[in-house]
């Protein structure tokens, strides 16, 4: 190994390529077993590409064709998530989800989806007429003459679920670089060294490639060229919390070649979504909005539900999906020390749990060798532990930890002391999109306007970094140029 590629960190049984909710979920699994694992991403944080920015719809497994992995996992993966939410401590709600027909060639799509739906083993559907349909929903459209209504679809927020996955894992041991951008990876009989761009390494007897729109990349640099992803990158709207009661389940209408469509959805914290676009892209990092993607989303939304009001917007923002040639997720070993976790689009969310279980039976089949561990700890305290306390219990608990009585975000009423505890609590949180996610802190009606100096502040401090080195989202995102009162220029 040439000098200029720096010293090897460690040898590790797994390494995971990729902190999204399939890496996370992963890794959370392997952490059940005797091994040591090392989990990479190339962002400043975990959740930061697809499951950051997707519907956090728990899919229940009628869209997906009968007899590919999609199907298969959907369906197991939604059915492990109540569970594993709990134990998580992340918000889950199965409000059930409903597909709206508006004609007779609407109704045989969804007598199709049902027989699908059935053969892949979803449980509780049921075709609705319009009638039975505006008794169960409302708000939904007056244009709509029938629904499938699935029962077992539910809404989680994946970027919280992704997180604690991760923290669950180092919990029980796992480790976690970030800023690790994969540019080689070389292959002994023992095991792969896998190389980030500034020259770190790390060596791994096994490898999961989870790198999401960049999970080609990473087969070729293995030599395996049999797939390519294209990202599709999706547009929404968020609405503020007091439109979240305007529907209670997650409405679609029949899909499209491109995926389920435009939907109007609860989320698991109490806002009203509306979208996805779906738009073809060659690059694989742009996230942008348009004005077009967005009004196309509000053009549509009168078709699925009423009332729904536009003008209550908070905030916009774009996803990518990991879209592959096969048409199918692609999870498969190749040679004898990786395991292919590509082409994970919707229902990938969905299925994670399912898919990190597959996952990990692959590697034992290449020949990983361990044992279950007796002192797994699968409970974690939830981020959101405190504003679930009654107000006497908080009362109590604000007399001996002061900071948790200072409010810093106002519309999501978050105090410095759970700020604080995202900072400190792994995975940490060092960049201001990261305590967000933790805490919701900054995702109210302000957008982050009042408490963002703040929360700035508490990064600064508890990193021992100038205010001026904090980040929205790391790299070179960053927040102040320089001081204007007492420290002169950065």
């Known amino acids: 190994m040439s000098a200029a590629k720096g010293m090897i960190i460690k040898m590790y049984d797994a390494v995971i390529i990729g902190a999204g909710v399939i890496g996370a979920m992963t890794a ?50 939604s059915e492990m998530m109540p569970q594993i939410a709990e134990e998580l401590g992340v918000p889950y709600r199965q409000n059930g989800s409903l597909v709206l027909g508006y ?25 609705l007429g319009g009638e039975e349909l505006r008794k169960l929903e409302t ?9 499938l209504h699935a029962p077992t679809g539910g809404i989680i927020c994946p970027y919280e679920l992704t997180v604690a996955a991760l923290g669950s894992a180092m919990d029980n041991g796992a480790e976690f670089l970030r800023n690790f951008e994969v540019s080689e990876i070389l292959e002994d009989k023992d095991s792969l060294t896998i190389y980030a761009s500034d020259g770190r390494s790390v060596k791994a007897r096994y490898a999961v490639n989870a790198a999401g729109v960049y999970s080609d990349k990473i087969a070729r640099m293995v030599g395996d060229d049999s797939f390519s992803i294209h990202p599709r990158r999706g547009e929404y709207l968020l609405l503020d919390k007091d439109c979240g009661g305007i529907v209670d389940h997650t409405i679609f209408k029949v ?56 003008r209550a917007v908070i905030t916009s923002f774009a996803g990518l999906r990991a879209a592959a040639d096969t048409g199918d997720f692609i999870i498969r070993p190749y040679k004898t020390r990786m395991v292919h976790a590509a082409g994970i689009e919707s229902p990938g969310l969905s299925a994670s749990p399912a ?7 692959l590697l034992f089949e290449l ?20 504003r679930r306390l009654g107000a006497e219990e908080k009362d109590a608990y604000i007399k001996d930890h002061p900071d948790f009585g200072k409010i ?38 302000c957008q982050g306007g009042f408490c963002s100096p703040r929360i700035v502040e508490l990064l600064a401090r508890e990193q021992g970094i100038p205010i001026e080195r904090v980040t929205k989202s790391g790299g070179g995102s960053y927040l102040n140029i320089c001081r204007t009162k007492g420290g002169g220029q950065a």
């Open 255 to 310: 899909p499209t070649k491109k995926g389920k469509g435009i939907l109007v959805s609860p989320t698991a914290d109490g806002n009203l979504l509306l979208g996805p676009t779906a738009e073809e892209q060659e690059e694989r990092d742009n996230t942008d909005t348009t004005a077009a993607g967005l009004n196309d989303i509000i053009a549509q939304i009168n078709e699925e539900a009423e009332g729904v009001p536009v």
């Open 139 to 147: 708000a939904v459209s007056r244009s709509a003459v029938c629904a």
């Open 367 to 386: 020949g990983l060798k361990t044992e279950k561990r007796a002192d797994f700890k699968a409970e974690r305290k939830s981020y959101y532990w405190f």
């Open 103 to 127: 004609n007779d060639d609407d109704r045989k799509i969804l007598e199709l989806l049902y027989r699908q739906g059935q053969e892949n083993g979803v449980r509780g559907l049921e075709i």
């Open 355 to 361: 898919i990190a279980v597959r996952i990990a039976e």
């Open 28 to 77: 959370r699994e392997l952490s059940k077993y005797n091994m040591s694992i090392c989990v990479l991403e190339r962002s400043n944080d975990a959740a930061a590409g697809a499951s950051r920015a997707n519907s956090g719809i728990v899919h229940a497994g009628f869209d997906a064709k009968p007899k590919t992995l999609k199907a298969r996992f959907n369906v197991e993966g």
């Open 408 to 445: 810093v975000c106002r519309c999501e009423t978050v105090s410095e002391g759970e700020i604080l505890e995202a900072i400190r609590r792994e995975p940490k949180a060092l960049d201001l999109d990261a305590v967000k996610r933790r805490t919701r802190s900054g995702m109210g009606r």
